[in-house]
Structures are given as C-alpha cells and as structure tokens.
C-alpha cells in the first residue's frame, strides 16, 4: 500500500515499496515459450484510459482479457479529483466488468492547483488509491484543470513525498514557442530534473516516454523513478502520422518521434533496466472525433496490447524479456504482488477488424485491418 512505507521527511531518499511480501506460498509463473506459444504471468496495464458511461462498458471488456489490473488515469470529464470521485468511479468500473472478472482497478486522482494535503493524505490512507496525475494544464486531452504552475502544488507533491504515494507525469511542457517534437526533451530540463532534486524521495513515474533522451534520464535516475512504455512508442515513428497523407489514428501525446527515438526505446524496455515497464496508454475517441478538422490525441490499443508488445520484443530477439516487462516491474514498483495466473499468446496470424464498437460511435484500434502475428489465447 502507498500509505505503508512510513512518514518521511522532504529531502530524505525512501525506500520504495518494491519488495513487497507474497501473500501466497505458490510459485510465481515462469514465462515458458515454444515455437507457437507463450505463456506469461497475467500482465498490468500501468497507464490505461477506461473513460465513463457507455464508452467504459465498450471498452472494459479488451482490458479485462488480457490484464489483471491496471491504473486507471483520472481525465473525465469533470476529472477525477476527490477520493470521494475516485470511489465512485471505482465502483462504476466494477459495475461494468463481465461476470465473475476480477480485475482490479487502482484508482489516481487528477491533480489540480486545489488539490489539498488533506485530499493526499485520504487519498494514502485508502486502499485503491494507488498514485496521483500530473497534467501540465492544456498538455493533452481532458488537461484544462491540470497544474499551470508547478511551485503552486509544492506542499501536495511533500505530502505525497511523505506518504510514498507516486507521482505519474505526462512529460510535456506547453508553451507555445517550444515545437511539439521538442516537448517531452524540455519538460525534463525544465519540469522533471529540478523536481527529481527538490523532492528527493519523491516517487515518479514518467508516463508514456518517447525519446533516447527520456530513455537515458530513466535509466540512469534513482529506485524512485519509473517509466511506462506503450505499444505505437515502441512500434512506430513520426513517419506513421505523416507520410502518405495525415494518419489521425496514429495521433497520440506525446506526438511520435523519429525512429531513433523508438530504437532507444525498444532497447530499454527490452533491456535490464528494472523501473520500466508496460502502460499502453489506450485512449479510446470515436472514430469520428479522430477523423476530424481538428482530431483528438489518443490511440486505442487495448484490444490487442499484448499482441503488440510481443510483436516488439520478437522482433528485438527479446521474447524472453515480455514477462519482465509486462507482468513484473510494474508490480513491483507500485508495491503490488505479483499476479499468480497466466496468460497465453499463440502464434496464429490473424485479420483485426477495421472497427470495434464504441457506445454510439466506432472505435478504429491501432493496427486496424491489418495482421498480428500473435494471438491471445482465450479460456
Ligand atoms: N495520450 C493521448 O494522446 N491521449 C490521452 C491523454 C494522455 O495520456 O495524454 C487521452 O486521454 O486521450
Ligand atoms: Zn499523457
Ligand atoms: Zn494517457
């Protein structure tokens, strides 16, 4: 539990909550592969977007199948602030889960510029409130009632700091004159580097990272700074969204990078580095809000995420690495046991719809009508 790791002064590096008791005497899983089949513990999603209302229900079910749990950001409309908002919406999610699932939701919070120390400290004390979201205000969709200036919420990210209760980042700065490739590199001049210093036992997670730059600044940090990686970072470069005409499916904040950007990428979530791990990012809109004048930022994903990954660390030589990554770190890092079940990917090339439903809209899936080569084997 977040609450658990004691009270701590600002400036004192905590232990992070890592090793953390089994409550079970059973063997963990080993992941096992043959030529045609994988098999895993059951994997986290560490950053997905659930949404509300008859969105969430078209959604939840492709989260429910391939993951055990998974954070849930706070970006509603109105966003997710109170731990009274936090269980409410817990508790529509657990709704809308098919019969006999137990996926667990862990609950975030939005952080404002009202956000109180008193909000913190509920939020620490509670057991499904598992860490706090910082957007820069305006940075990406649902952002308006983010943080304009970072001083203003210093005694909130000391009461975190305190209560061991991570801080998770969308890593971009939103001035105007800094170019939209370059904002993820600024904010961790600018925003991560002087914070990493001025709360030394912080907890952070940089979410969604998309540069060799952020790849570096992680992998060289202390045991308290993590990152997630989703699926289009590791898959794609800029070249996706751009070449051939505007490709509003592949828009997603932050926007992608060159391709040395994803090699770098790929090389640390395939690599030793124990602080990075799997957060898809899947960010449903409509497909008419994407193909649109003005289309939103987000990728949906969800559906076939694990599928992807494999994909990835297939083709880096790195299978062997998936259970790290997708089902271990992530865990650990956030003081959770690790899941006890598994799941199984069977090497079966197989044709995605060109469309899922999505409430009263469709919803166009990253690699729509395309193939996979992997294919999550269902109970
Ligand atoms: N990643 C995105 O492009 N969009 C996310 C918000 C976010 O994670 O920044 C969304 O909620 O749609
Ligand atoms: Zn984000
Ligand atoms: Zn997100």
Redesign the pocket.
């Known amino acids: 539990m977040p609450g658990s790791v004691g009270t701590l002064q600002r400036g004192l590096v905590i232990p992070w909550p890592g090793l953390i008791e089994m409550s079970s005497t059973e063997p963990l899983p080993m992941q096992t592969q043959t030529g045609q089949t994988l098999t895993l513990a059951r994997p986290d999603d560490m950053h997905l977007h659930l949404r509300d209302g008859t969105a969430l229900a078209s959604v939840l079910p492709d989260s429910v199948r391939q993951f055990a749990r998974a954070i849930i950001m706070p970006n509603l409309k109105p966003p997710v602030v109170t731990v009274a908002d936090a269980r409410a919406y817990r508790e529509r999610i657990l709704a809308a889960l098919p019969a006999g699932s137990d996926f667990e939701p862990l609950m975030t919070l939005y952080l404002t510029e009202k956000t109180t120390v008193a909000d913190i400290r509920e939020a620490a004390a509670c057991d499904f409130i598992h860490a706090v979201k910082y957007?820069p205000a305006g940075?990406?969709t649902n952002a308006d009632s983010g943080v304009r200036s970072i001083a203003r919420v210093y005694p909130v990210l000391e009461a975190m700091q305190e209560a061991g209760l991570p801080l998770l980042m969308?890593g971009e700065v939103t001035d105007a004159h800094v170019d939209i490739f370059d904002r993820e590199t600024v904010f961790i001049e600018q925003v991560l580097s002087p914070l990493m210093d001025e709360f030394a036992g912080l907890r952070v997670v940089l979410?969604?990272i998309t540069t060799a730059g952020a790849a570096d600044f992680v992998a060289g940090g202390p045991a308290r700074l993590a990152a997630t990686i989703t699926p289009q970072h590791l898959l794609l470069n800029r070249n996706a969204l751009l070449v051939g005409g505007i490709q509003p499916h592949h828009y997603c904040?932050?926007v992608l990078k060159r391709e040395e950007n994803r090699e770098a990428l790929v090389a640390l979530a395939t690599g030793d580095c124990e602080r990075v791990f799997l957060g898809t990012?899947s960010a449903p809109h409509g497909r008419h809000t994407k193909e649109n004048a003005c289309g939103c930022a987000g990728i949906y994903s969800a559906h076939t995420a694990l599928e992807l990954y494999a994909e990835v660390f297939e083709a880096a030589g790195a299978l062997d690495r998936l259970q790290a990554f997708a089902s271990e770190r992530g865990a650990d890092f956030y003081g959770l046991p690790r899941n006890c079940d598994t799941v199984t990917l069977v090497r079966e090339p197989w044709q995605l719809p060109e469309t899922l439903p999505f409430g009263d809209d469709t919803l166009v899936p990253l690699r729509a009508a395309s193939e996979l080569q992997w294919k999550l084997k269902t109970a």
């Open positions: 957007y940075a990406t969308h979410e969604h904040l932050p990012d």
